[in-house]
Structures are given as structure tokens and as C-alpha cells.
T-cell receptor, first 112, second 113 residues
Framework: DAGITQSPRYKITETGRQVTLMCHQT?????MFWYRQDLGHGLRLIYY???????DKGEVPDGYVVSRSKTENFPLTLESATRSQTSVYFC???????????FGQGTRLTVV | GQQLNQSPQSMFIQEGEDVSMNCTSS?????WLWYKQEPGEGPVLLIA?????ELTSNGRLTAQFGITRKDSFLNISASIPSDVGIYFC?????????????FGAGTQVVVTP
């Protein structure tokens, strides 16, 4: 199916573990983004990518790592999960034509 | 930190009433977007605004890009139960990298029959 998909939808992990959230889009959009959503904060940008092999930090990048070896995939890795990283994570993508970003359904991550 | 102030935080309205919410900032934006998010889903774009003073409608929704470029509002006319959700404004700061959006904290809308 065309679109942007995130996996897993739900994840529980322990403090200190490494966890990777996956994002895949089928539109060949150049730009991809990772946001986290917390109550009272709206969405905050973690990392973004303008093209394959080009990534840059957003507002809250600490504790996260990204890679983009292929245009369609943009995984987000928490190298050593902490409780403060409990959140809902959204991936988004957009084309160069405008700034309309399409969002995935989100991954709810709980760090215990 | 967050540069967009979105208000109100929540609204409880009766079906048929009009809804109004806004976003303000001390910074200048070159794009304003309004999204709606329903439980368990990602935000979905409602309206995009690209020019100061622009007024755009999408069905019962109307949004405007403030003339100062520092604010935007969204109106929903004759609300219906399916308007329930969280509405977010988002903007791209002038001078920021293309596609990097700032989001407001959201306005939760509850519609009662």
C-alpha cells in the first residue's frame, strides 16, 4: 500500500536497552522527519533528513541516532533508552513541492 | 523551545456552534499549516497557508495567515460530532531549513450533541 508506515505501533522496553523505530514511505519523498509527541508540548522535531545520507538535528536530538541509507527508510534508534524517552513517536515525509508533511500512525514507546 | 502559542488549550462546545482557535508567535513565519489529530492516529493536514493575509477555506474550515506573519487562526463553522480531536498549528520560521516545522501545543475540541 502507498503511504507512510511506522513499526512497531507499540513497544515496551527497559531502561538502558537499545531500540529502533522504523519508518517506511512509498512516495519517494526527499524529506523525512521524526517527531515526538508529549502532553503539553505538541510535536517536537528530533531529526530530519533532506535526502538519502543527509540528516540533521532538530529541537530535541539528544539520546537519538538516525540513518538514511535509502530514500524510503528513516529508522530512529534510541541507543540507551531512558524513562524520559517514553513518548509517542511520529515519522513524516514531504516532497520538495511544498511543506505539507504526511504523518505515519505513530509508535507508542514506553520505557520502564 | 516552543515558539508557537496556541490557544485555547481545550474547548467544550455544543453541536452546531462555531469554533475559533489561534496561534501566535514573536517570530515571523513564511508558512502556516493546520492539522487535526484523532486518537491513535497521526496528524492530518487540514489547511496550508503560504502568503501573509491569505484566507483559505476547506469545507466548514477557514484559516488565515496573519498580515504580520506572526499569527494564524482557524475557524470551524457549525461543528459536528466528528470535529472532535486535537487541532495543531504548525509554522515554518523565515530563515529555517525548508520543511522544519514548529508546532503549537494543540487545541482539544470536544463536541457534545
Amino acid at each position: 500500500d502507498a503511504g507512510i508506515t511506522q513499526s512497531p505501533r507499540y513497544k515496551i522496553t527497559e531502561t538502558g536497552r537499545q531500540v529502533t523505530l522504523m519508518c517506511h514511505q512509498t512516495w519517494s519523498h526527499s524529506y523525512m522527519f521524526w517527531y515526538r509527541q508529549d502532553l503539553g508540548h505538541g510535536l517536537r522535531l528530533i531529526y530530519y533528513s533532506a535526502a538519502a545520507d543527509i540528516t540533521d538535528k532538530g529541537e530535541v536530538p539528544d539520546g537519538y541516532v538516525v540513518s538514511r541509507s535509502k530514500t524510503e527508510n528513516f529508522p530512529l534508534t534510541l541507543e540507551s533508552a531512558t524513562r524520559s524517552q517514553t513518548s509517542v513517536y511520529f515519522c513524516a515525509s514531504t516532497d520538495r513541492a511544498d511543506t505539507e508533511a504526511f504523518f505515519g500512525q505513530g509508535t507508542r514507546l514506553t520505557v520502564v | 523551545g516552543q515558539q508557537l502559542n496556541q490557544s485555547p488549550q481545550s474547548m467544550f462546545i455544543q453541536e452546531g456552534e462555531d469554533v475559533s482557535m489561534n496561534c501566535t508567535s514573536s517570530s515571523i513565519f513564511n508558512t502556516w499549516l493546520w492539522y487535526k489529530q484523532e486518537p491513535g492516529e497521526g496528524p492530518v493536514l487540514l489547511i496550508a497557508l503560504y502568503k501573509a493575509g491569505e484566507l483559505t477555506s476547506n469545507g466548514r474550515l477557514t484559516a488565515q495567515f496573519g498580515i504580520t506573519r506572526k499569527d494564524s487562526f482557524l475557524n470551524i463553522s457549525a461543528s459536528i460530532p466528528s470535529d472532535v480531536g486535537i487541532y495543531f498549528c504548525a509554522g515554518q520560521l523565515i530563515g529555517s531549513s525548508w520543511g522544519k516545522l514548529q508546532f503549537g501545543a494543540g487545541t482539544q475540541v470536544v463536541v457534545t450533541p
